[in-house]
């Protein structure tokens, strides 16, 4: 047993984030006791901490505050190096420009473990103990990221990056769909459940499907990925990508989708209707393990067929700022009871701290227009980075705030390491005040300690 006193800061329960605010504890006395299998046994004060637990070893982090760890929804492993990358326009030209090239380099199995220790590292930094990871298309680096992660510790679920077409500046990442639909299984074989056999509700490393985005991949594609997931849903494989972020007309990702494909909207490629017309190919993509980065765009339609799915959204705020691509509007996703988790987007989003996400989201949706303008409650935001991350990763019941019960992931935030924090945080006066500060100020060096699962994560 270990007993870590700090100031308790979490959404408690299983609110969403309209009612995060009735769930937010503040407990500047607290304590968390964690047993010797890294589970929460006692969240709350100090004094109330059981009698048993006396002769547990005190760590105390006061007047540093006790956060759940961070849940980054969506994240490039193979752009680690490549964000504020100038492409010179909006996604398409990005991902030419910048993007495709950088992630060819990851074929090398040197440069690939140095990026897999630099990305690690990343994580430990901004205090991200869970991450939804779109992945490089070459095993060797998937290989080096899995076993990097597995190294130090951290949550992961990831997939190869899937590309069967594309432009010239893509040809290193695609391959014939035979071959792709090869990769993946291997991957899956190989690293899904890999440290808990089986036990897909409480692995820390766990695979997904990833196509980069319907303009990567082909109907035949579509057509294995549906056969493949049906196979592995019932284990917990996820299915990753993008959906509708960027609308330039005619020219952008939305339209060149629904081109390609012949189909009435851009959900229907991952809902197994990707033949023309809207016909149906294969077995739907969508359910309680799938997350679409973005969803931008969406049609009333497409955004009531991810409700009706259990699908969530990982909103990149920071990164739709940086590629022109619009506002995700919150209202009406929130409204339809869609779990909305964030994500930095690295390399897209130049943050990798997900509170810095959560500060764009804040900004974002108060600049937007009405009727989806909100002024977002700060426990909303902190529900968004971290237990909504854990509810889109489908693993809510394992960690994403300190209840009693949960897998002991959190961070030790010390305001004197990062004096702007520790000056915003001295005029408040209020619980909802102090948690905006703490996000809107915090950046990484106030990040004094990382646990997942009750073991201190390092690099
Ligand atoms: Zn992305």
């Keep these: 047993m270990h007993v870590y006193r700090g100031h308790l800061l979490h959404i408690s329960g299983s609110p969403t984030a309209s ?52 849940v980054d929804a969506h994240v490039h492993f193979p752009q680690v190096f490549t964000t504020d990358a100038y492409g010179g326009g909006e996604l398409l030209n990005w991902l030419d420009r910048c993007v495709f090239p950088a992630e060819a380099r990851f074929s090398d199995p040197d440069f690939a473990r140095e990026a897999a220790r630099a990305f690690c590292a990343a994580r430990v930094a901004a205090g991200t103990t869970a991450a939804l990871v779109f992945g490089s298309a070459f095993p060797v680096a998937q290989d080096a990221l899995f076993e990097e992660t597995q190294r130090i510790g951290l949550r992961m679920v990831s997939g190869r990056g899937v590309q069967t077409r594309g432009p010239k500046s893509a040809s290193a990442l695609i ?78 990702e939305i339209d060149s989708v629904i081109r390609d494909f012949d189909i009435p909207d851009y959900l229907s490629a991952y809902d197994g209707r990707f033949l ?55 209202m009406q996703i929130a409204a339809r009871g869609i779990t909305i988790a964030l994500g930095s987007d690295v390399g897209a989003g130049d943050e990798w701290l997900i509170s810095r996400v959560a500060n764009d989201c804040f900004k974002v949706h108060m600049s937007t227009k009405a009727p989806d303008a909100t002024a977002l ?44 924090l520790e000056r915003s945080l001295s005029g408040v006066t209020d619980v909802s005040g102090l948690v905006f500060s703490l996000l809107m100020s915090m950046r990484e060096p106030a990040i004094a300690r990382v646990f997942v699962r009750g073991a201190v994560v390092s690099t």
Aim: charged letters at 20%; hydrophobic letters at 40%.
């Design 19 to 70: 009612t995060a605010h009735l769930s937010l504890v503040s407990e500047p006395n607290g304590a968390l006791v964690v047993d010797t299998h890294g589970k929460i046994v006692f969240s709350g004060e100090f004094t109330e901490v059981p009698a048993e637990c006396a002769s547990a070893t005190v760590t105390d982090f006061r007047p540093g505050f006790l956060l759940p760890g961070f």
């Design 175 to 252: 391959t014939d769909d035979a071959t792709a639909e090869k990769l993946c299984r291997k991957e899956i074989e190989k690293w899904h459940c890999a440290d808990a056999p089986g036990r897909f509700d409480e692995a820390m490393l766990q695979v997904a499907l990833v196509p980069r985005f319907a303009l990567s991949v082909t109907p035949t594609t579509f057509h294995w990925m549906g056969v493949l997931y049906q196979e592995w849903r019932d284990r917990g494989l996820y299915f990753h990508t993008h959906l509708s972020e960027n609308d330039a007309p005619g020219v952008g």
């Design 276 to 330: 023309p017309g809207g016909a149906s190919g294969a077995e739907s993509l969508l359910g309680r393990r799938t997350i679409f980065a973005h969803a931008v765009h969406c049609s009333a339609e497409e955004l009531n067929r991810i409700a009706a799915t259990r699908s969530s959204i990982a909103h990149c705020p920071t990164s739709q700022l940086f590629l022109g691509s619009g506002t995700m509007p919150w």
């Design 377 to 420: 409650d700060p426990a909303a935001l902190l529900f968004s980075a971290t237990l909504a991350g854990a509810r889109a990763l489908d693993m809510e019941s394992l960690f994403g705030n300190l209840d009693s019960g949960k897998d002991a992931d959190f961070i030790v935030v010390d305001p004197a390491l990062w004096p702007p």
